[in-house]
């Protein structure tokens, strides 16, 4: 069968592949450890199986066999995979899971990276920042570019 590496590595595919679409779709920060990443793939890995166990009916293996009989449950994988990561990149730039977060009143701040990605994000048409003293920022948003 398969050695013990291989079977982790094929648990931890479609938190991988959930992880890249998300890296790709999503603006956030990229200053990532290797141990940031290994946990974000973990938990896609899991919430995805937890997924496919619910819609299969049936408990999911921690790792499916590759073979012609498995190709329903490899699609299935692959098809939660991309849409985790869908849903959770349009979270990140839609900023749900910390507007939520807020109207929960646990957290004040944004899941974006600086303020200007909050200006420029929430206004739809010119905007105009004023900074402490006489300074300012002046620009069109990101609907106009």
Same mark, same amino acid.
């Given at each position: ?10 648990? %931890?595919?479609?938190? %991988? ?14 200053? !990532? ?12 890995? &899991?919430?995805?199986?937890?997924? !496919? ?9 921690? #790792? ?6 498995? %190709? ?9 995979? &991309?849409? !985790? ?24 701040? #944004? ?32 609907? !106009? &570019?």
């Amino acid at each position: 069968m398969y050695s013990e590496t291989v079977q982790i590595l094929l648990f %931890l595919i479609p938190g %991988l592949v959930a992880s890249l679409t998300v890296n790709i779709l999503a603006v956030r920060k990229r200053n !990532l450890t290797a141990i940031d990443k290994l946990a974000e793939a973990l938990v896609g890995s &899991l919430v995805v199986y937890t997924v !496919l166990a619910i819609f299969r009916g049936a408990p999911a293996p921690l #790792t499916i066999p590759l073979g012609q009989d498995n %190709l329903g449950s490899l699609l299935w994988l692959f098809a939660i995979s &991309l849409g !985790l990561g869908l849903v959770v990149s349009a979270s990140i730039q839609w900023d749900w899971h910390m507007r939520l977060a807020w109207l929960l009143r646990l957290s004040k701040q #944004t899941s974006r990276p600086s303020v200007w990605m909050d200006a420029f994000h929430n206004y739809e048409r010119f905007v105009h920042r004023p900074f402490q003293g006489r300074q300012r920022a002046y620009g069109l948003s990101k609907v !106009l &570019l």
